[in-house]
Each structure stands twice: as structure tokens, then as C-alpha cells.
């Protein structure tokens, strides 16, 4: 089945920095990556996402790149703000499932 | 309006009880999902329906057993509680194969 590996588990940045979350999947299959940000004591909430057909996809202060070949993708957060502070979920979808597989999480911090 | 709805949103039982999480999307989506997430918040697949039909079943031990009374609705059941069932339990809903939407989550303490 898909495996879905996030890098870091944590990301302490200061208010204003970027900051950049990788993920890697195994199935060359796969063929949708959301991405979700869940606050404390809430369910995740989708924020950004891309299909395999597109390489980026910007929204604002979040941007996703898509990397087919070497089977990776990253979220871009930009002029980082405290209230962007939560843990952030990767996933992805085989083509023909409709469950996604989820990255570890990373939790950012955002230092004012 | 709350699109994805769970219920209760904590749930304190003793373990060997049995208990039922229900779930509520108003979206109109064919599919929905219960998920699970571990105290080092790994967010796992447990079920999935699509229009009242189950659809995935993953490895989840036969304790728990889902219910759908209509594509609106998604409960889980959960027989003789253990103490490793601790977790959040999310539901979550889809049109298809298109984005998913995550209720608030049931927080689950086996005593």
C-alpha cells in the first residue's frame, strides 16, 4: 500500500520566515495531495491541494509544489504569522482509492 | 452551519463497555470515512461508505463495526472497549473522490 513520509516532525520559525514542509510517497500512482492544518482540539482542515497533472499551485501565503518523478511534494508557507502555529498533515491518493494516506505530522511553531 | 458534526465530542467510558459515535454531514457528499488518530496524532483509515455500502474495510479489529442508516449519516459502534481504543476518532465526507472534510473529532478515554 501507499506510505506517506513527512519531514520535520517539528519547525520552530520566527514571525515573517518562510516556512517549508516535505513529504514523499511511494505508489507512482498516485495521482491527488491535499494538504491539512489542524489546530488544538480541532479536526484538520483542508488548506491547499494539488493534482499530478500541475507542478505548483499558489494560494495566497501557501504555495505546493509537485515533484512527480522524484515523488515528493512540499508545502511553502511565506510571511509566517503566530496564528499559522499548528500541526500540518501531508496526504496522498492512489488512483482508483478513495481513502488517503496520511504523512507523521509537523507541528510549526511560529515565534512572535 | 456545521458541515461535518460529530457526536459526543468527549466520550469516558470503562473498558469492556460498548459505545456508538455518531456522525452527521449535511454536504450533500455520496462518501464518508471514520478515521483514527493515536496520541502521537497518526491520522489512520478505519471505514469507509459510499452511499450507505461499505467500501473499505481496513485492518481494524472486529470489535468495531460501522453503521450507515442513510448516505447523511455514519456511526461507529465499538464493542468491549480496551484500553488501546483510546484516541480522537474523526468522520469525514467526500463528493467521490474529490476532497475530504473533517468533522470536529470524538475524544475516546478508556478507563
Not at chain 1, 505546493?64 to 510571511?79: D, G, M, P, Q, Y
Not at chain 2, 455500502?53 to 465499538?78: C, G
Not at chain 2, 464493542?79 to 480522537?88: F, K, M, T, Y
Amino acid at each position: 500500500g501507499e506510505n506517506v513520509e513527512q519531514h520535520p516532525s517539528t519547525l520552530s520559525v520566527q514571525e515573517g520566515d518562510s516556512a517549508v514542509i516535505k513529504c514523499t510517497y511511494s505508489d507512482s500512482a498516485s495521482n491527488y495531495f491535499p494538504w491539512y492544518k489542524q489546530e488544538l482540539g480541532k479536526g484538520p482542515q483542508l488548506i491547499i491541494d494539488i493534482r499530478s497533472n500541475v507542478g505548483e499551485k499558489k494560494d495566497q501565503r501557501i504555495a505546493v509544489t509537485l515533484n512527480k518523478t522524484a515523488k515528493h511534494f512540499s508545502l511553502h508557507i511565506t510571511e509566517t504569522q503566530p496564528e499559522d502555529s499548528a500541526v500540518y498533515f501531508c496526504a496522498s491518493r492512489g488512483a482508483g482509492r478513495r481513502a488517503l494516506t496520511f504523512g507523521s505530522g509537523t507541528r510549526l511553531q511560529v515565534q512572535p | 452551519d456545521t458541515a461535518v458534526s460529530q457526536t459526543p465530542k468527549y466520550l469516558v467510558t470503562q473498558m469492556g463497555n460498548d459505545k456508538s459515535i455518531k456522525c452527521e454531514q449535511n454536504l450533500g457528499h455520496d462518501t464518508m470515512y471514520w478515521y483514527k488518530q493515536d496520541s502521537k496524532k497518526f491520522l489512520k483509515i478505519m471505514f469507509s461508505y459510499n452511499n450507505k455500502e461499505l467500501i473499505i474495510n481496513e485492518t481494524v479489529p472486529n470489535r468495531f463495526s460501522p453503521k450507515s442508516p442513510d448516505k447523511a449519516h455514519l456511526n461507529l459502534h465499538i464493542n468491549s472497549l480496551e484500553l488501546g481504543d483510546s484516541a480522537v476518532y474523526f468522520c469525514a465526507s467526500s463528493p467521490a473522490q474529490e476532497t475530504q472534510y473533517f468533522g470536529p473529532g470524538t475524544r475516546l478515554l478508556v478507563l
